[in-house]
Nanobody
């Protein structure tokens, strides 16, 4: 599956952005999906994950209550709604498809990656 992330940009602290990740192929609904991010000089970290149906989600503590992951299998798209953004949320955000119908929190458990979209939060 090929993934194309979009929706990044520059936003002030406290603002919102919605990231989208469009997937090619007809088997999108078989994959658990995740969003990760990587800030300059830091390792890539898990942000949020969603299972194949959208019925189960999980978010990192750092974004819990602010970010919401969702998916639309009819549109082959997964979303990340980011609210109350903070400067420390600044990073390149990547979507990924897991080697499972469920999400995983480890980058090694994802088979396919999008190209990343940059989110910059100004203070």
């Amino acid at each position: 599956v090929q993934l194309q992330a979009s929706g990044g940009g520059l936003v002030q602290a406290g603002g919102s952005l919605r990231l989208s990740c469009a997937a090619s192929g007809r088997t999108f609904s078989r994959y658990g999906m995740g969003w990760f991010r990587q800030a300059p000089g830091k390792e890539r970290e898990f942000v949020a994950g969603i299972n194949w149906s959208g019925g189960s989600t999980y978010s990192a503590d750092s974004v819990k209550g602010r970010f919401i992951i969702s998916r639309d299998n009819a549109k082959n798209t997964v979303y990340l709604q980011m609210n109350r953004l903070k400067p420390e949320d600044t990073a390149v955000y990547y979507c990924a498809a897991a080697s499972s119908t469920w999400y995983r929190t480890n980058t090694a458990q994802y088979d396919y990656w999008g190209q990343g979209t940059l989110v910059t939060v100004s203070s």
